[in-house]
């Protein structure tokens, strides 16, 4: 693969009740588990969060090329991603994706078939395939 760009970032301190920064400086985020997990939750951060919101972006920038290559017009749509945690049958975590596509005022059959063919143009859907559940659901 050719690769175009190359995020990069660190964590420190104590992972999931750590630090993360990118090496540009422009993400300095300080995480803290959810009380879901058992930890202390509040105003910070935590993987699944920065997840949910790289993978709604990525999904809503193939969605707006696929759009514009079907000429559709997708003006007010909207992403929402919601990345769930937990236990997995090897003893360890895993995770689920749950994402909403809002294409208002398009037709339904048009609008689903934008959105099922953004999940194969999307480097985020890409990656998880295969590997976590992926569930898409589309409303006009």
Do not use: W
Request: overall charge negative.
């Amino acid at each position: 693969m050719n690769v175009l760009y190359t995020a990069e970032a660190i964590a420190v301190g104590d992972g999931r009740n750590g630090e993360v920064r990118s090496s540009d400086g422009v993400i300095d985020e300080q995480l803290a588990m959810p009380k879901e997990l058992g930890g202390p939750g509040g105003d910070k951060t935590n993987p699944e969060q920065l997840f949910a919101a790289g993978y709604a972006a990525c999904f809503h920038s193939a969605l707006k090329r696929v759009a514009g290559q079907a000429k559709a017009d997708i003006t007010d749509s909207t992403v929402t991603a919601k990345v769930g945690i937990g236990p997995n049958d090897q003893g360890g975590f895993g995770l689920t994706v749950e994402l909403a596509v809002h294409i208002p005022g398009a037709d339904e059959a048009a609008a689903h078939k934008l959105v099922e063919t953004a999940h194969q143009v999307c480097p985020y859907s890409n990656a998880t395939r295969g590997n976590i559940e992926v569930a898409l659901t589309t409303t006009v």
